[in-house]
């Protein structure tokens, strides 16, 4: 059984930053595509961004694009988010993901293990 579990969420102004963790359980991390989503209140979990287990390819909505980063340590099976100029627009929860894959995965039902989410809220 997969566990994953995220942290690093909090409450920001305007145009701060904020890095997410997710620490995953998995033997083989590096086998393992990794994913971040969120979820605003009343709205559809959605795709942020992924990065393949070599961390080589990643993979971003165009909402975040130029303004958040994945990366990942697969010697710490931990996987990143770096979020900067952070915008009230990006309050949500933002949840953790992993599926056994060596490409890409950008919808939330080819994931096949989630977190619990950590809350991220952006005052204006």
């Known amino acids: 059984q997969v566990l994953l579990v995220e942290s690093g969420g909090g409450l920001v102004q305007t145009g701060g930053s904020l890095r997410l963790s997710c620490v995953a359980s998995?033997?083989?991390?590096?086998?393992?595509?990794m994913g971040w989503f969120r979820q605003a209140p009343g709205k559809e979990r959605r795709f942020v961004a992924a990065?393949?287990?070599?961390?080589?390819?990643?993979s971003f909505a165009d909402s975040v694009k130029g303004r958040f980063t994945i990366s990942r340590d697969n010697a710490r099976n931990t996987v990143y988010l770096q979020m900067n100029s952070l915008e009230p627009a990006d309050t949500a929860v933002y949840y953790c993901?992993?599926?056994?894959?060596?490409?890409?995965?950008?919808?939330?039902?080819?994931?096949?293990?989630w977190g619990q989410g950590t809350q991220v809220t952006v005052s204006s």
């Open positions: 998995i033997r083989t991390f590096s086998r393992y595509t």
């Open positions: 993901a992993a599926k056994e894959s060596n490409i890409i995965l950008t919808t939330s039902r080819e994931y096949s293990s």
């Open positions: 990065i393949t287990g070599s961390g080589i390819g990643t």
